[in-house]
């Protein structure tokens, strides 16, 4: 982009901040992308291209096992989560929530489920008296986790949320106080917190392997396909917040977050949204964050939807190093670990378990109400930092945090 087209679009989305946080009533921005300014409904889709179903359904469970409702039947439920309840403990499928009656039909034959655990969008509320399903986990783009959380608050059931957990603070608010009002437990679908390399990279850092920590470097990155915010809900701000950073740059954010085991007391940001592209009418194109943190670490995240793909991370120390390449993928995840005259190949486990050991701890919580390594609360504290890092990039400016991850004001 050309600096005098980056300035106008600067002052443009200056502007656009200011009128969204002085408008009475007006929620506080998620992000300073510009909205089209419709509201997010969920609505069926079509059966994801490239995904294929069980050839046998699976065996009955366990009569303790935790029923669990997918909302949702797109391409990370079909193709990551639902596969993965074969090797989960104490928990299983028992409904399915879908906009497109055939799809979730021919789901539910695959995964042997009768046609009465079948709901879609209109008809959810009547999971309240469904005793098979006990927990339902949200699988929607993100603009809709906020309200289908509620309403299975309402509903009486346990949730599991994809990240990001909503697009704007309040909006996380509002999630936590429904599961408080209801009784139920809340955690958020933050799988690299049960992902053998990232758990031992979280053990290598509490162990100071590689010195106290100077530098993260992350980068979560690819180019995304020639489409309209119409077209692909990861491209439209109501569905996907600012883009990038709350789908795939999140996970950055989290890593430097729980290598660094602190909060930042600061942030600055830059974010880049192209002129005359349709992908980026609504959402950021790039999205590049330092934090800095209490004890002079500094995390450096990039991410974008416009750049060949990546997913990378490097720790580095006073006395070593740890680079992940993949860092934090489905499958797969690599970590070599440095040090002055040293470099070791690690293998703590392979990366695909993430998905059935999230599952099985979000049972353990419902079931034996083991404590959540991702509750709710977390995905708040990202949010808010999310909105910060939108508030600096806006700004220009630097800001000083709050332990919480809000603004200091
Ligand atoms: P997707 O487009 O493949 O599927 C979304 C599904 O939501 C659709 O198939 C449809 O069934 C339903 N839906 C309801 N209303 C919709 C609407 N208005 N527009 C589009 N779809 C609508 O998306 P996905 O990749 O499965 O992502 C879904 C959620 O899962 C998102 O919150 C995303 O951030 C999260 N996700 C997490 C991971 C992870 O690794 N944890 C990976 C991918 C996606």
Known sequence: MRFAEHTIRRRRLLQWSAAAAVAPGLAAPACAAESSGASPVAEGQPFPRGVSLPSS????????????????????????????????????????????EEKAKRVAAAYGLEEDSIYNYENFDDI?????VDAVYIILPSGLHADWTEKAF????????????????????????????????????????FEPCNLRAMALMRDSAIGDLRLIRTAH?????????????????????GGPLEDYGLYGLQAALYLTGEMPSSVSAYTLQPENDARFREIFAHVSTQLQFPSGAVAQLATSYDSFGVNALTARGASGALVMEPATSYRGNTMLLQSYGSSETLTPGESSVQFAEQLSHFADAVREDVVIKTPGEMGLRDVRLIEAIY????????????PDGTVAS
């Open 57 to 100: 359904p699976p065996p009955a469970p366990d009569a303790d096992s935790v029923g669990i409702a997918i909302v949702g039947l797109g391409g990370y439920a079909l193709a990551q989560i639902m596969p993965a309840f074969a090797s989960a403990r104490g928990c299983h499928i028992a409904a399915l929530v879908s906009g497109n």
């Open 128 to 132: 309240a008296a469904d005793d098979r």
């Open 154 to 193: 309402a509903a009486g059931k346990h949730v599991l949320c994809e990240k990001p957990m909503a697009l704007s603070a309040g909006e996380c608010e509002r999630m936590i106080a429904a599961s408080t009002k209801a009784g139920r437990k809340l955690m958020i679908g933050y799988r690299c917190h």
């Open 221 to 241: 990155q690819y180019r995304t396909g020639m489409a309209t915010p119409a077209e692909n809900w990861r491209l439209n701000r109501a569905l996907a917040g």
């Open 391 to 402: 508030q600096s990039a806006a700004t220009g400016r630097k800001l000083a945090l709050n």
